[in-house]
C-alpha cells in the first residue's frame, strides 16, 4: 500500500518598485506589476489547475485529495485581482477532500528572528484560513519548509485557546545527510522534548518528509528532454510511487503550485499527467475484486492513521531550496544577513508606533501607523532575500528565474533604500 500526500505552496511577494534614495513617497510596492503577474499566473497555472484537481476530487469519489499551503500574501492579491480563483479553493475545500496547511502569513523568515512576529503571523495565517475555507489548520508547513528540532518544540508547545494541541504535525524536507539509510516515506517524530509538550496529545508531533526525488521529477524535471526518463507518463511515475511498497508506506510529494503551467508550460504535457496520475496510482495497485491498495490522504489523515518509526534528528536548520538544502538562499551572504538584521531591527519601532496610536484615539494616526505595520511585515517576505543571493552555477540560474532585478545587487540596493525610509516612517508616526 502507498498513501501519496500530494501538498502545494501556493505563494506571490508583493514584489517592490524601483525605489531610489531620492524616493520619499511611502508607496514601496509595485501594484500593476503584482497584479500582472498574479493575472498571468491565474491564467497559467492557478484556474486551470485547480479547475482540474477540483474535477479530479469528484471524478474519483473523494479518493483523491490535496492540500495547501497558501500564504497570506497570494490571498490578499487573489481577493483584488482574480477573486475567482478564491472561489475555485472554496469549492475544493467544500468537497471535503482539500486541507489547508498553516504557513506565516507573509511567508517570512520571522522564526529565524522573532518568536513573537512568528506566532503573530501564524494566528493571522490560521484566521485568514478560517474565514475564506472554514478550516482551522492542524499541520504546519514553515516558510520555504525551514525546519529544525527548535521549530519542532516551538510548534509542538502550541495550543489553542481551549488548551489543546495546535498542530498534529509539520512538514519538512527529507534530507539525506539526517536521514541516512532511512526512507523519507514514513512518519517521524522530533528528538525527544519535555514532556509537558505531549499534554493533551494522543500520539507524539509528527514529521512528513518530502520525497524530493520524486517530487523534483515532477516539479524539476518533468520538461527536460535531456533526462532519460524523458517523457515521463503517469503510468511510469505511479509504479515508482508504487516502488516504495516494503520501504515505507507514504508518499509525500510536495512542490510549488505554478509546477503546473508556469514552471512546467501547458505544452509540455503537464496537465495531462496530473490528470492521469490518481487513476494510474489506483491501478497498478488494483485487485481482483477492482479495490485498490494505493490512495491519496492528507497531512492529518496521514498523522492519524499511521505511527512515527523513529526521530528524525535536524539540529540545523534545512530548507527545500538548491542542493544544499539549507539557509544559503536566504542568509548566505553579507547583503542578506544585513537586510534580515536591519529589517527584524524595526519590529519595536514599528509595533511601538502601532501600540501609541491605537492609544492616542487620532485615527488618522491610527491608520498610518497600520499602514506601516503592514508595510513592515511585506518586506519580512522571504522572496526579498532570495533576490539577494549570489549563487552560480544551477542554483544561480534557479534565483535569476525568480528575480525582478538585473543583480543581486540591484535587489539588496533597491530593498535598502525602501527599508531607510520605512525607518524615517516609523520616527514620525
Same mark, same amino acid.
Given at each position: 500500500?502507498?498513501?501519496?500526500v ?47 484537481i477540483?474535477? !479530479? ?10 492540500s495547501?499551503?497558501?500564504?497570506g500574501?497570494?490571498l490578499d ?11 475555485l ?31 503573530e503571523?501564524?494566528? *493571522? ?11 482551522t ?11 529544525s528540532?527548535?521549530?519542532a ?18 512538514l ?22 519535555d ?5 493533551? %496529545? ?12 520524486? /517530487? ?41 503550485y ?11 504535457g ?5 490528470d492521469?496520475?490518481?487513476?494510474a ?5 488494483k ?22 518509526v ?8 534545512? /530548507? ?15 547583503m542578506q ?9 524595526l ?10 496610536a ?29 533576490? *539577494? ?24 540596493i533597491?530593498?535598502?533604500?525602501? !527599508?531607510?525610509?520605512? %525607518?524615517?516612517r516609523?520616527?514620525?508616526?
Amino acid at each position: 500500500m502507498a498513501s501519496v500526500v500530494f501538498y502545494f505552496q501556493v505563494h506571490q511577494p508583493h514584489r517592490l518598485r524601483r525605489y531610489s534614495v531620492f524616493d520619499t513617497d511611502p508607496f514601496y510596492f509595485e501594484d500593476e506589476k503584482n497584479g500582472a503577474i498574479c493575472r498571468k499566473v491565474a491564467e497559467k497555472c492557478y484556474r486551470p489547475a485547480t479547475s482540474l484537481i477540483l474535477d !479530479l476530487v469528484r471524478r474519483h469519489g473523494g479518493n483523491f485529495r490535496v492540500s495547501y499551503a497558501i500564504t497570506g500574501t497570494v490571498l490578499d492579491q487573489f481577493e483584488k485581482y482574480c477573486p475567482d480563483v478564491i472561489d475555485l479553493f472554496v469549492q475544493l475545500a467544500e468537497t471535503g477532500c482539500c486541507e489547508f496547511v498553516g504557513e506565516t502569513y507573509f511567508h517570512s523568515l520571522s522564526f529565524l528572528y522573532s518568536r513573537e512576529e512568528f506566532e503573530e503571523q501564524v494566528e *493571522m495565517h490560521t484566521k485568514k484560513i478560517q474565514h475564506l475555507f472554514g478550516q482551522t489548520p492542524r499541520v504546519f508547513r514553515n516558510t520555504e519548509l525551514i525546519y529544525s528540532n527548535e521549530l519542532a518544540h516551538k510548534l509542538a508547545a502550541m495550543r489553542s485557546a481551549d488548551g489543546a494541541p495546535r498542530f498534529l504535525g509539520a512538514l519538512c524536507e527529507g534530507v539525506d545527510r539526517h536521514l541516512g539509510y532511512r526512507s523519507p516515506n514514513y512518519v517521524y517524530t522530533p528528538p525527544a522534548y519535555d514532556p509537558v509538550f505531549r499534554e493533551g %496529545r494522543e500520539k507524539p508531533f509528527g514529521l512528513l518528509l518530502k520525497n524530493y526525488q520524486l /517530487s523534483d521529477d515532477i516539479a524539476f524535471r518533468f520538461s527536460n528532454r535531456g533526462w532519460n526518463e524523458w517523457p515521463l507518463s503517469a503510468e511510469k511515475f505511479a509504479e515508482w510511487v508504487h516502488q516504495i511498497n516494503g520501504n515505507g508506506y507514504i508518499c509525500n510529494l510536495f512542490m510549488d503550485y505554478e509546477t503546473f503551467g508556469e514552471h512546467q508550460w501547458a505544452d509540455t504535457g503537464i496537465f495531462q499527467f496530473l490528470d492521469k496520475l490518481p487513476e494510474a496510482v489506483f491501478d497498478v495497485a488494483k485487485k481482483s475484486d477492482g479495490t485498490t491498495e494505493n490512495h491519496f490522504i492528507t497531512p492529518t489523515e496521514a498523522f492519524t492513521h499511521f505511527d512515527s518509526v523513529g526521530e528524525y534528528d535536524v539540529p540545523e536548520y534545512i /530548507s527545500w531550496a538548491d542542493t544544499e538544502r539549507d539557509l544559503t538562499a536566504w542568509r548566505g551572504n553579507a547583503m542578506q544577513w544585513n537586510a534580515l538584521e536591519e529589517i527584524f531591527r524595526l519590529e519595536k519601532t514599528v509595533k511601538d508606533r502601532f501600540i501609541e496610536a491605537k492609544g492616542s484615539g487620532d485615527q488618522k494616526r491610527v491608520e498610518a501607523a497600520t499602514y506601516l505595520l503592514e508595510d513592515w511585515r511585506k518586506l519580512t517576505t522571504s522572496d526579498h532575500f532570495y533576490y *539577494m543571493c549570489t549563487k552560480f552555477w544551477a542554483d544561480g540560474d534557479v534565483h535569476k528565474y525568480f528575480s525582478p532585478y538585473d543583480s543581486p545587487y540591484d535587489g539588496y540596493i533597491n530593498f535598502m533604500n525602501v !527599508l531607510d525610509n520605512v %525607518r524615517t516612517r516609523a520616527t514620525t508616526v
